[in-house]
């Protein structure tokens, strides 16, 4: 039968400026998430992981934010770069870590020069 | 660095024939997956692997599928036999024992089911 694709949200920046990426998640029982960069082409590649005890966990020019009381996640990219164009997703893990990850389906993250 | 490599990159194949796609994990990881993502959509969760049987698999992940890890290096999924609606990416992932419990991916093999 016909694909549907999802039309993925897109966010433009400019090079420099700060990204905010959000995801909203499924299932309230949730208690570890992942963000994830995939490159076009590629396979997806982990940029960092929030367990749901934690409300805030910082990497390198990174930061996710986890709301639990909404359900939400942030990805806060500092100083966007062009390297950092790709699509991002969340991804959380229903209560047995390390196994199945149910993905969101994304936002398409351009930087403009 | 350490990588996760799958074989061949691009696999095209008639209805109804079978399929194996292969996956080399990380050496000194011990959970294995499989992954995929249907063009423009979202990755979606086939099945789990540890200690050489299925931990969880996901409702796509019906008889026509199967994994095996034939020796110490590989890891394959098998499609009995494709449907059109299997063209798709297909990615493995593998990790260590955790935290964090990030899961390593490879590259992706793409199968185009004519």
């Known amino acids: 039968g016909e694909s549907v694709g999802l039309h993925l949200p897109t966010l433009s920046v400019q090079e420099g400026d700060n990204s905010i990426i959000n995801c909203a998640y499924s299932?309230?029982?949730?208690?570890?998430f992942i963000w994830y960069k995939q490159e076009s082409g590629k396979g997806p590649q982990f940029i960092i992981d929030?367990?749901?005890?934690?409300d805030k966990r910082q990497g390198q020019r990174v930061t996710v934010l986890l709301n639990k009381t909404v359900k939400h996640l942030s990805l806060q990219i500092a100083a966007t770069q062009p390297g950092d164009s790709a699509v991002y997703f969340c991804?959380?893990?229903?209560?047995?870590?390390?196994?199945?990850?149910?993905f969101g389906p994304g936002t398409r993250l351009s930087v403009l020069p | 660095e350490p990588e996760v490599t799958q074989t061949p990159s691009h696999q095209v194949t008639q209805m109804g024939q079978e399929v194996i796609l292969r996956c080399v994990p990380i050496s000194n990881h011990l959970y294995f997956y499989w992954y995929r993502q249907i063009l423009g959509q979202k990755v979606e969760f086939l099945v789990s692997f540890y200690n050489n049987e299925i931990s969880e698999k996901s409702e796509i992940f019906d008889d026509q599928f199967s994994v095996e890890r034939p020796d110490g290096s590989n890891f394959t999924l098998k499609i009995r036999s494709t449907k059109l609606e299997d063209s798709a990416m297909y990615f493995c992932?593998?990790?260590?024992?955790?935290?964090?419990?990030?899961?390593?991916f490879g590259p992706g093999t793409r199968l185009t089911v004519t």
């Open positions: 299932n309230s029982a949730s208690d570890y």
């Open positions: 991804a959380e893990n229903m209560g047995n870590y390390g196994q199945n990850f149910v």
């Open positions: 992932a593998s990790r260590g024992p955790g935290p964090p419990y990030e899961q390593y």
């Open positions: 929030i367990r749901s005890n934690m």
